[in-house]
């Protein structure tokens, strides 16, 4: 229901842009974002964007990564630039609807940062 793509091998500096459909479930989600993950650590919060676009970001990626959504295509885009080795991870779409409550996740896609 939430299929990511757009991960890969880039250098350090350089940029990447991850994209996120979402299908079979509602248009119009009131949350959608993207976390990641590396072995042996929780998962972050990336950022968010909200149906009224209020946007937010974790403290590790503001200034560098940029989120938006096309909710026509059901898309949500994380553009990474300035990325860095510790930006390494793998990066999951998650959707949230208040209601009726239901939260969605996608199968991840793998970002490595090269330095």
């Known amino acids: ?3 990511a793509s757009g991960g890969g091998l880039v250098q350090a500096g350089g940029s990447l ?6 299908s079979g479930i509602s248009l119009n989600l009131n949350v959608i974002g993207w976390y990641r993950q590396t072995p042996g650590r929780q998962r972050e919060l990336v950022a968010t964007i909200t149906l009224g676009n209020i946007i937010n970001y974790g403290d ?3 200034g560098r990564f940029t989120i938006s959504r096309d909710i026509t295509k059901r898309t ?5 630039s300035g990325l860095k080795p510790e930006d390494t991870a793998v990066y999951y779409c998650n ?15 793998q970002v490595t940062v090269s330095s």
């Open 1 to 3: 229901q939430l299929q």
């Open 17 to 22: 842009n991850l994209s996120c459909v979402h």
């Open 60 to 62: 590790s990626v503001k």
């Open 76 to 80: 949500v885009y994380l553009q990474m």
């Open 95 to 109: 959707a949230i609807q208040f209601w009726p409550r239901e939260e969605y996740w996608g199968q991840g896609t």
